[in-house]
């Protein structure tokens, strides 16, 4: 690992692999920068692969208070750590955070997101407004599994007997120990409300990719952000669930990125 400070003085954990353009990975919500192993056996042989811990995971800090522009900084920090600009792909919230970052005026000369988890009207209910101070309640007793199980049926979506799976599965321990970022996240996703106007300023070449396999809210939502991106293409890749294969969504980001 090596580090990188965000403007506050945070150290923010990175580590990077491959040759070639840098592509900077930004992951979604209870995972770090492991994720981003899946993915190098097929793009390390095209880019620099640098793939970082988000604040409040793994070996990065957390300074308080957190607001997202500072995860927006974050980002700013480890692209100028590996070059004056990168290409960047994010995942589900990190989806959200990447866009934000382009829209902040990052030097990002190529954006690939999968399903930023903006919420369209009619699409499923919102999140209750109450539920940032349930999480709240919950990190200060440390109550960290029913932090994780809160945020993934209020906040995702996901059904009781899909998280029933997931707490079956050797990842959910790591998803525990991340428990706190979930706070983060919350904030960063707020409302949840596709910012259009924003969006529609975005002048980057963009590609938003949603699976045939998906919960079919976050399917609807990439269709449309790709719509709001005057130079935005939407690519659907069938079959595949919100997380995709790395050997379907891979080959994907290769032709994009080499373009």
């Not at 793994?58 to 957190?66: I, L, V």
């Not at 955070?97 to 829209?103: D, R, V, Y």
């Not at 007997?161 to 050797?170: C, D, F, R, S, V």
């Not at 709001?228 to 994907?252: M, T």
Request: hydrophobic share 45%; with cysteine; aromatic share 6%.
């Amino acid at each position: 690992m090596q580090f990188a400070k965000s403007a506050d003085g945070t150290r923010i954990a990175w580590s990077k692999g491959g040759a070639g353009p840098v592509l900077v990975v930004v992951n979604g919500a209870l995972s770090g920068h492991t994720s981003t192993d899946m993915l190098r056996h097929w793009l390390e042989p095209h880019f620099t692969v640098v793939g970082y811990d988000r604040r409040g995971r793994g070996e990065s800090g957390d300074t308080r208070p957190y607001a997202p522009e500072r995860e927006i900084e974050d980002l700013a920090a480890v692209i100028g750590a590996n070059g004056p600009s990168a290409l960047v792909f994010g995942h589900s919230a990190g989806a959200v955070l990447a866009l934000e970052a382009t829209m902040h005026g990052l030097p990002i000369a190529r954006l690939a997101v999968n399903e930023p988890p903006y919420i369209l009207p009619g699409t499923r209910p919102l999140p209750p407004p109450e539920l940032a101070g349930q999480l709240t309640l919950l990190a200060q007793v440390d109550d960290r599994e029913a932090m994780v199980e809160l945020f993934l049926r209020d906040e995702v979506g996901v059904p009781a007997a899909a998280i029933k799976q997931m707490q079956a599965q050797p990842a959910w321990k790591s998803m525990i120990a991340m428990a706190p970022s979930v706070l983060h996240d919350a904030r960063l996703l707020g409302r949840h409300e596709v910012p259009s106007g924003r969006l529609s300023r975005i002048g980057i070449p963009t590609i938003v990719f949603g699976g045939g396999a998906s919960f079919p809210w976050l399917l609807a939502t990439a269709r449309a952000v790709a719509d709001f991106i005057p130079r935005a293409e939407f690519r659907l890749l069938p079959d595949q669930p919100h997380s995709p294969a790395p050997h379907v969504l891979c080959p994907e980001l290769v032709s994009f990125f080499r373009a």
